[in-house]
């Protein structure tokens, strides 16, 4: 009873400090969300993928894990080009407008401007690795028979090379988690209380984020070094997602993933290897284009020298994804999409490419 009186004291100017002092009310929100059970920062536990994105404040997410512009049913009502884009957060969005500001969305939007009827699924969510993705695409996303898969994936595999031991599952670096379930007293806290929620983020009682939960700590930054056999992982990943695609119908169009060869000093990017390691995954995926004989946007070639759009290692702005929109664009059309006989530039602004 004490604490639960000392609560009630508290709350009224908690609430009005923390509302004058302007700080976000997502934050407590979302942990209040875990601690009762329910998700945590737009993310929930999933049997086989560990975590995935939860239906709520994203009104564009499907009950199946994308994002697209419009409800997307697994039989086909009109004659579309489904596309699916597969990847994590650079994928997902990577910046403060969501899928407004993914490359996706902006693939989307040219092709609708040459009246092609993309209808696309952003199958991005943040800290996946090319393990999600494969177990994704094969066990949901195929059943959407998309006519087009396109793979960005790779920055998320490079923190698996960091610790001491590998294992080609990544079980050194994913562990399951469970959302809590908390008793009665302590749940009528944290439904009524905003400063019981801020006490308890305060004291670790909720953890911070999602990879608190879902990831292995990482070992002392001395010891971290890029384990050779991440590199051979991760391209069997992405060979295997290729050929489920395949297998079941699909053109595939692979493509590097940018990265910021202009790290900050003392940067994340620059301590890890980061550059290095997503050299290594961007050779791998030009190796089995030119292998399979796919075709390859390069958008790690094309942001090579624009470091003002990048917003940390790899995320970048709104602009850069539009830049590798037109990089990912025009592979699509070069790849067939122009044979479509559906295909009409507008006379004003061609192809909506620039070439």
């Known amino acids: ?69 419009k409800e997307v049913t697994k039989a086909r009502t009109e004659p579309t080009i489904r596309i699916a884009f597969i990847g994590a957060s650079t994928t997902q969005g990577g910046n403060e407008k969501a899928y407004f500001g993914s490359f996706p969305y902006f693939v989307e939007e040219m092709l609708h401007r040459n009246n092609l009827p993309a209808e696309v699924l952003n199958c991005g969510v943040s800290a996946w690795t090319s393990a999600e993705n494969l177990i994704n695409y094969e066990m949901n996303i195929e059943d959407y028979a998309p ?70 700590p990482l070992p ?43 790290p900050k000093v003392g940067g994340e990017e620059a301590s890890h290897g980061m550059r290095k390691s997503m050299d290594q995954y961007n050779n791998a995926v030009r190796d089995i284009a030119r292998e399979q004989h796919v075709p390859l946007a390069d958008t790690e070639v094309a942001l090579d020298f624009h470091g003002e759009y990048f917003k940390d290692y790899v995320h970048v702005s709104v602009e850069g994804n539009q830049l590798k929109a037109q990089v990912i664009g025009r592979a699509l059309l070069d790849a067939g999409l122009r044979s479509d006989p559906r295909y009409r530039p507008d006379p004003k602004d061609g192809d909506g490419v620039d070439h």
């Open 1 to 69: 009873m004490l604490v639960l009186l000392f609560v009630v004291l508290l709350e009224p100017a908690f609430r009005l400090v923390y509302a004058i002092a302007g700080a976000p009310s997502d934050r407590l929100e979302d942990a209040a969300a875990f601690f009762l059970g329910k998700s945590l920062g737009g993310f929930e536990p999933s049997p086989y993928v560990g975590f995935r994105l939860v239906q709520g404040k994203d009104t564009l997410l499907r009950a199946d894990g994308f994002v697209s512009t």
């Open 147 to 216: 006519d087009w898969v396109v793979i960005h994936q790779g920055a998320n595999d490079c923190q698996t090379r960091l610790y001491k031991e590998f294992h080609s599952d990544y079980r050194h670096m994913r562990r399951a988690f469970a959302l809590p379930q908390p008793g009665r007293f302590h749940r009528f806290l944290v439904e009524h209380s905003k400063f019981y929620t801020w006490f308890l983020l305060r004291t670790n009682g909720i953890p911070n984020n999602l990879l608190d939960l879902a990831t292995q």
């Open 220 to 262: 002392p930054e001395k010891e971290w070094g890029l384990a050779p056999e991440g590199v051979a992982a991760f391209r069997r990943n992405t060979e295997n997602l290729f050929r489920i695609a395949v297998g079941g119908g699909a053109h595939v169009l692979l493509t590097t993933e940018s990265h910021n060869r202009r």
